[in-house]
C-alpha cells in the first residue's frame, strides 16, 4: 500500500466560530499536510487562531456549508484533498488511512461512518435525517451507504471534474450523488464520533435538521450531470 508521505494533502476544514475547537483538531493533521481552514464569516477570532497555529486561512464570506467546502477545495493545490468538520467532533489524523487506500487505488472515494461515542454525540433528530437521505440516496444511485459523514478523501482533480454547484447543505451529498453517476468506487471505514465543541450550525435542531434534509431532497432530484458521466479518471 502507497505511504501516505509519498503523496501531498490539503485538508478543507469549514469553519464558522470554531474557536475552542481549532487547537485540537489543528494538533490532529497529519505531519507534511496542508490545513486549510476556511473562514466563513466567523466572529470569535477563529481565523486569527487557526494562522497562529499553522493554517492556511481562505475566507469565504458567502454563508453556506456548501460555499465554505468549495472555497477550500478551489484553494487546494495537492493531489488528494480531505474534509472534515472543525468542531473536534470527529478526528482529522484518521484521514491518513483514508488517503493511504485511496493512492493504493483500492476506493476513489472514502467516507467516514460515525460511531457514537457517547449518548449525546449524535442527537436523535440528526440520526433520523441521516437515515432517510441515506435511503433517498439508495434510490438514487443504488449505492448503500449508512451515513453521509463529513470525514472524506479522494483525488482532488477527480472532485474538480466533478463539478459541483450546491453552495448549502446539500454540498456533500452532491459530492456522493455525482461520484456514484461517475462510477466512483465509494467505501466507507468506521470512525468514532464524539460530542461536538460548541453548537451545531445546521443540525442543532429538528427545524435546522429538516431545512438540511430540504437542501438535499434538491440535489436527489437532479439528473445525473454531464460531467460526471466519465469515469473518476
Same mark, same amino acid.
Given at each position: 500500500?502507497?505511504?501516505?508521505?509519498?503523496?501531498?494533502?490539503?485538508?478543507?476544514?469549514?469553519?464558522?466560530?470554531?474557536?475552542?475547537?481549532?487547537?485540537?483538531?489543528?494538533s490532529?493533521?497529519?505531519?507534511?499536510?496542508? =490545513?486549510?481552514? @476556511?473562514d466563513?464569516?466567523?466572529? $470569535?477570532? &477563529?481565523?486569527?487562531? +487557526?494562522?497562529?497555529? %499553522?493554517?492556511?486561512?481562505?475566507?469565504?464570506?458567502?454563508?453556506?456549508?456548501?460555499?465554505?467546502?468549495?472555497?477550500?477545495?478551489l484553494?487546494?493545490? =495537492?493531489e488528494? @484533498?480531505?474534509?472534515?468538520?472543525? $468542531?473536534? &467532533?470527529?478526528?482529522? +489524523?484518521?484521514?491518513? %488511512?483514508?488517503?493511504?487506500?485511496?493512492a493504493?487505488?483500492?476506493?476513489?472515494?472514502?467516507?467516514?461512518?460515525?460511531?457514537?461515542?457517547?449518548?449525546? =454525540?449524535?442527537?436523535?433528530?440528526?440520526?433520523?435525517?441521516?437515515?432517510?437521505?441515506?435511503?433517498?440516496?439508495?434510490?438514487?444511485?443504488?449505492?448503500?451507504?449508512?451515513?453521509?459523514?463529513?470525514?472524506?478523501a479522494?483525488?482532488?482533480?477527480?472532485?474538480?471534474?466533478?463539478?459541483?454547484?450546491?453552495?448549502?447543505?446539500?454540498?456533500?451529498?452532491?459530492?456522493?450523488?455525482?461520484?456514484?453517476?461517475?462510477?466512483?468506487?465509494?467505501?466507507?471505514?468506521?470512525?468514532?464520533?464524539?460530542?461536538?465543541?460548541?453548537?451545531?450550525?445546521?443540525?442543532?435542531?429538528?427545524?435546522?435538521?429538516?431545512?438540511?434534509?430540504?437542501?438535499?431532497?434538491?440535489?436527489?432530484?437532479?439528473?445525473?450531470?454531464?460531467?460526471a458521466?466519465?469515469?473518476?479518471?
Amino acid at each position: 500500500m502507497a505511504a501516505v508521505s509519498q503523496h501531498t494533502v490539503d485538508v478543507v476544514l469549514p469553519c464558522l466560530n470554531e474557536a475552542e475547537a481549532l487547537p485540537w483538531v489543528l494538533s490532529r493533521i497529519p505531519a507534511g499536510w496542508r =490545513a486549510l481552514v @476556511v473562514d466563513n464569516g466567523s466572529t $470569535d477570532g &477563529s481565523a486569527h487562531i +487557526a494562522r497562529d497555529l %499553522g493554517a492556511t486561512v481562505v475566507p469565504e464570506p458567502r454563508r453556506g456549508f456548501g460555499a465554505a467546502c468549495h472555497a477550500g477545495l478551489l484553494a487546494a493545490e =495537492a493531489e488528494f @484533498v480531505c474534509f472534515c468538520d472543525c $468542531d473536534a &467532533s470527529l478526528d482529522p +489524523a484518521l484521514l491518513a %488511512g483514508f488517503v493511504r487506500t485511496v493512492a493504493a487505488d483500492e476506493a476513489d472515494l472514502v467516507l467516514g461512518r460515525r460511531r457514537p461515542q457517547s449518548r449525546g =454525540a449524535w442527537p436523535l433528530h440528526a440520526r433520523a435525517g441521516n437515515l432517510a437521505l441515506s435511503r433517498m440516496l439508495h434510490r438514487r444511485t443504488g449505492l448503500r451507504l449508512n451515513d453521509l459523514g463529513p470525514l472524506r478523501a479522494m483525488r482532488r482533480a477527480d472532485l474538480l471534474r466533478l463539478d459541483l454547484t450546491d453552495r448549502r447543505s446539500g454540498y456533500p451529498l452532491q459530492m456522493v450523488v455525482r461520484a456514484a453517476d461517475a462510477g466512483w468506487r465509494v467505501r466507507e471505514e468506521d470512525v468514532p464520533y464524539l460530542p461536538r465543541t460548541g453548537k451545531s450550525k445546521v443540525t442543532g435542531t429538528w427545524r435546522g435538521t429538516w431545512q438540511a434534509v430540504g437542501d438535499m431532497r434538491a440535489v436527489l432530484a437532479e439528473p445525473p450531470h454531464a460531467t460526471a458521466l466519465g469515469g473518476a479518471r
